[in-house]
């Protein structure tokens, strides 16, 4: 079955425990995007990435970093997490940038 | 830079249509729609492409005014499922980020 996979769904962490949220996809996309969703704001990117080690800033991207070494994972690392960072996470992957998205279940962090 | 995205917020009966818009302020590659439910991922409806190419949905249309920077979603003969949040995504010409705009909540009612 086609689908993009985040681990984990839900997480409760102190502030400044590093931690980092995977996203797997087996589409062979090589867009692949994290976004935060905020009551009222809608979908923020974060990161995205074009391809393999091809990774940019979205709008949001302070106090979050990425990587992508193989095209089907692109895990968003918080190294030192704060309660603004409180949010839900989506993971999405595509053929291409501008091409449609697709999204993983979602994250639910909690940093207290 | 974030996309316009109204009506806010609509209540609609069953069977009613409904019209939601999404304008940017700059030149768009594509625009793509998603609906999601209470709690759930965002999923796929429509895609539109500058020069007119569409890929989505059979019961959901939407145009795409390149001039205008603006996109419509048009949802006829409503049913209960149809209820949620749409998002327009917006990729623009010349860049790589994609950009959504803050969401029309959509009620359909019995």
């Known amino acids: 079955e086609a689908q993009v996979t985040q681990n984990p769904r839900y997480l409760i962490t102190v502030t400044g425990k590093k931690l980092t949220v995977t996203c797997s996809q087996n589409?062979?996309?090589?867009?692949m995007s994290w976004y935060r969703q905020d009551p009222g704001l809608g979908l923020r990117q974060i990161y995205y990435?074009?391809?393999?080690?091809?990774?940019d800033k979205g709008d949001v991207p302070e106090g979050y970093k990425v990587s992508r070494k193989e095209k089907r994972n692109f895990p968003l690392i918080l190294e030192s997490p704060s309660p603004n960072q409180t949010s839900l996470y989506f993971c999405?992957?595509?053929f291409g940038g501008g091409r449609e998205q697709y999204f993983g279940p979602g994250t639910r962090l909690t940093v207290t | 830079q974030q996309p316009v995205q109204s009506p806010q917020a609509v209540i609609l009966r069953e069977g009613e249509d409904a019209v939601i818009n999404c304008s940017s302020s700059?030149?768009?590659?594509?625009v793509h729609w998603y609906r999601q439910k209470h709690g759930e991922a965002p999923v796929f409806l429509m895609i539109?492409?500058?020069?007119?190419e569409q890929k989505g949905h059979e019961k959901i249309s939407a145009s795409f005014n390149e001039k205008k920077q603006q996109s419509s979603l048009y949802l006829t003969a409503s049913q209960l499922s149809y209820s949620g949040t749409y998002f327009c995504?917006?990729?623009?010409?010349?860049?790589?980020?994609?950009?959504f705009g803050a969401g029309t909540r959509l009620f359909v009612k019995a």
């Open positions: 999405a992957s595509s």
């Open positions: 589409m062979n996309h090589e867009y």
């Open positions: 990435s074009m391809n393999v080690e091809v990774t």
């Open positions: 700059k030149a768009l590659y594509s």
């Open positions: 539109l492409l500058k020069g007119g």
């Open positions: 995504g917006t990729y623009t010409t010349g860049g790589f980020k994609t950009i």
